[in-house]
């Protein structure tokens, strides 16, 4: 069976501009539930992204299952975008471990021999968290599963699915890292090529193929 995969990157957040590590958030870290947006970095998105993103509300094909990462902005643009999904935590961005909240410049002043480690060598993880190497084998590990029947509290897409004979199609809303390494895994491109893929916000990368072979389309922006 085929698969269409639209991967698509938050809006603007104050996170993204300072490039910061930003924090991961599971469901139960919300537990309110309440997550009315008032332009602040409190919801994860400024008020340009949120602007932008729900300039582009409900303009997605109809898809057979919907993903989000559980990350905060993640949520939050999926919800702007108008798109009712859960979080996944295999989505997660890559674990910065003590790093996690600062920026990569704070990083880099403190540490700078660790910095260039992780940049050099993807099996290095000198923050405690998750190697470059690690998380590249379980995002490609998502990939290459992701066409099989889901289990795991993702939500359907309102409306009718698509006919099997068509295949499936995700729309997932992800973190750039995962988006980066998604990409690299479909063109089995070697792992230092990871920061050498720019993506911007509230783009669309679309991945396409059956068995583990992928065909790529990148960047296409949700808004001008």
């Not at 290459?144 to 499936?168: F, I, L, N, V």
């Amino acid at each position: 069976m085929s698969l269409h995969v639209s991967l698509i990157a938050p809006a603007i957040s104050p996170a993204l501009r300072e490039a910061r590590f930003g924090e991961t958030e599971t469901e139960t870290d919300h537990g309110s539930g309440d997550e009315s947006n008032d332009g602040s970095d409190d919801d994860g998105l400024d008020a340009t992204g949120l602007r932008q993103a729900e300039a582009v509300r409900e303009t997605f094909p109809r898809a057979t299952a919907l993903y989000a990462s559980p990350t905060r902005r993640c949520r939050r643009t999926a919800q702007a975008l108008g798109l009712t999904t859960a979080p996944l935590a295999a989505l997660a961005p890559c674990a910065m471990g003590r790093w996690q909240g600062r920026t990569l410049d704070e990083v880099a002043a403190a540490e700078p021999q660790s910095v260039a480690a992780w940049l050099s060598d993807p099996e290095a993880a000198p923050h405690g968290g998750e190697s470059l190497s690690d998380f590249h084998t379980r995002v490609a590990h998502w990939l290459d599963t992701a066409g099989e029947a889901h289990s795991d509290g993702t939500t359907e897409a309102a409306g009718p699915t698509m006919p099997p004979a068509t295949g499936r199609r995700l729309l997932v809303v992800a973190e750039p890292d995962f988006i980066r390494a998604a990409t690299v895994h479909a063109l089995g491109a070697p792992a230092r090529t990871f920061w050498r893929i720019d993506v911007r916000p509230l783009s669309v990368t679309e991945l396409s193929g059956r068995d583990g072979r992928w065909n790529l389309r990148l960047g296409r922006p949700l808004h001008e």
